[in-house]
C-alpha cells in the first residue's frame, strides 16, 4: 500500500499564510504526479495544485498567483504554499498521488487522510 501523511493545516487570519506538507511511503515503484485537493462542507473535492515528476505544474484558475506546489521526487513529498489566503478557501485540504506499486504494475490514486485549514476573517 501507499500511505500518504499530511501536516501544516491549522487557523490563519485572511490575507496569511500556509505550508502543507504531504509525504508518500510504502511499496512505491513510482509516483506519476502528487497534487492537493480541497472540499469544504457541501460541495464537490476540487483539485488546487497538481505536479507532474517532471516538474510541470497545473494550478485551479483561483489560486493562480497566490499558491505554489512544489515536488521532492527523491524523498516523495509535495508542499503546497498558500499566500493570501481567503475565508472562502476554508477547506479540508487532501493530499493526492497517482501512484505505481511494485507487483501491481498499474497507476492508482491515493489519498491522504486531510488536514483542515481555516481562514478567519
Known amino acids: 500500500q501507499v500511505q500518504l501523511v499530511e501536516s501544516g493545516g491549522g487557523l490563519v487570519q485572511a490575507g496569511g499564510s500556509l505550508r502543507l506538507s504531504c509525504a508518500a511511503s510504502?511499496?512505491?515503484?513510482?509516483?506519476?504526479?502528487m497534487g492537493w485537493y480541497r472540499q469544504a462542507p457541501g460541495k464537490q473535492r476540487e483539485l488546487v495544485a497538481s505536479?507532474?515528476?517532471?516538474?510541470?505544474?497545473n494550478y485551479a484558475d483561483s489560486v493562480k498567483g497566490r499558491f505554489t506546489i512544489s515536488r521532492d521526487n527523491a524523498k516523495n513529498t509535495v508542499d503546497l504554499q498558500m499566500n493570501s489566503l481567503k475565508p472562502e478557501e476554508a477547506a479540508v485540504y487532501y493530499c493526492?498521488?497517482?501512484?505505481?506499486?511494485?507487483?501491481?504494475?498499474?497507476?492508482?490514486?491515493?489519498w491522504g487522510q486531510g488536514t483542515q485549514v481555516t481562514v478567519s476573517l
Open positions: 505536479v507532474t515528476t517532471g516538474g510541470n505544474t
Open positions: 493526492h498521488a497517482n501512484a505505481i506499486q511494485p507487483g501491481l504494475w498499474k497507476q492508482s490514486d491515493y
Open positions: 510504502g511499496s512505491i515503484f513510482s509516483i506519476n504526479y
